[in-house]
């Protein structure tokens, strides 16, 4: 799903879609012929994205209530939009408008188009004033072709910068989906068998940590398989598509150390929540800051991505929840971060781990046999000092 929604973030601009038909009253009386050129020109080049132009006499005495009438006929479809061009548009002066029933994100990139065609129509009857020869302004407007290389690959190529902007959002997916969608499983299960009277059952084989142990070990291997299964078959997509070279080996190797570390932390504090409540509904309100640690480096990893060695980026770095997806996002994005961070966040996740599987150990122990009302914040802190 991660390499589709890539390869459709990717080709959104170049999809097909029905041609919409734009009416467009020019009330500066200059613009109807280059404004009708503009638009062929644009269907000629995108015959999958189709503009019908129905050009519309204007006049000042009657722009309101043609202005009432357009809007009308846009809300009930038989217009996708109205321009209303202002009077001194080739001037530079006033302001048009563009009226339009936005109802998705396709009808936004309509709306740059028409904006885009008609900035061009303007220009072109400017230099027409000025007695430049067509065949001139189209030498003068003639496009650049700039094409962006890699120095830093070891062969020089051209970069995928779609696809090297989405890389590092891959990790951080994967680490997402791995961990917590993964990881949430032991809170349901043990839920579930204490609900069920099963995990009575269960420990009367074996002791409260041996079984948490257990499920934790048991749910890492399955996130394992699950990682790998998605790493490989997006790698192997990337490499069909030759843009290798948008996915660092560091970001690589080190995804599965974090991922390791990551995992037996956040699912021993799931098992910890399941341990306390009775129903799924009482682990809702447990459930929302081990949430928000996940919410916060999805909602920031553009940032994040864009400045792997900022202040803030090192700093998310070092708080061990947060470890795991922030650096696989910062190496993915940024390759060269110097190594004392990351191994000085791997020795820091990793002293965690025991801590906070300790604690969980704790409260699994005592909360896995109770039932009733859920604990309070400092019935769980009594739990934790219990010997």
Request: net charge positive; with cysteine.
């Amino acid at each position: 799903s991660m390499v589709f929604s890539v390869y459709l973030t990717r080709k959104t601009q170049e999809a097909p879609r029905p041609a919409r038909t734009v009416a467009v009253a020019d009330l500066s009386k200059q613009l109807s012929e280059q404004i009708e050129r503009v638009f062929d020109q644009h269907n000629k080049f995108n015959p999958q994205r189709q503009i019908v132009l129905k050009q519309v006499v204007a006049d000042e005495s009657t722009t309101d209530s043609q202005t009432q009438e357009a809007r009308a006929q846009v809300q009930d479809g038989s217009l996708d939009a109205y321009l209303l061009v202002a009077k001194d548009a080739v001037e530079g002066q006033g302001k048009s408008y563009y009226y339009a029933k936005a109802r998705n994100i396709g009808d936004f990139d309509m709306f740059s188009t028409v904006q885009r065609l008609l900035n061009d129509a303007v220009v072109a009857e400017r230099f027409r004033r000025h007695n430049l020869p067509a065949q001139l302004i189209a030498e003068l407007r003639r496009w650049v072709a700039v094409e962006q290389v890699d120095v830093g690959a070891k062969v020089q190529k051209k970069v995928a910068m779609e696809a090297r902007m989405m890389a590092p959002f891959f990790f951080l997916f994967l680490m997402f989906m791995g961990i917590f969608s993964m990881g949430s499983q032991i809170l349901s299960s043990v839920i579930e068998e204490k609900g069920t009277r099963v995990i009575e059952v269960l420990l009367a084989s074996l002791n409260p940590i041996e079984l948490m142990a257990g499920k934790i070990l048991g749910l890492a291997a399955a996130g394992l398989v699950v990682v790998a299964v998605w790493g490989s078959a997006a790698y192997g997509t990337i490499t069909y598509r030759g843009m290798t070279d948008v996915v660092s080996i560091a970001a690589l190797s080190y995804f599965l150390p974090y991922f390791v570390l990551g995992f037996l932390l956040t699912t021993a504090v799931f098992a910890a929540i399941g341990s306390a409540c009775n129903t799924i509904k009482e682990s809702q309100s447990m459930m929302f800051p081990v949430t928000l640690v996940f919410i916060i480096p999805m909602l920031s990893w553009f940032f994040i991505a864009q400045h792997p060695e900022s202040p803030v980026s090192v700093i998310l770095s070092f708080i061990p929840p947060f470890t795991p997806m922030i650096m696989v996002l910062r190496i993915a994005a940024y390759p060269e971060i110097p190594l004392i961070q990351i191994v000085a966040s791997l020795v820091i996740l990793a002293a965690s781990v025991p801590a906070i599987m300790w604690a969980a150990g704790k409260i699994f122990r005592t909360g896995v046999l109770m039932y009733g009302k859920p604990p309070s914040p400092r019935e769980l802190w009594r739990w934790l000092r219990c010997p």
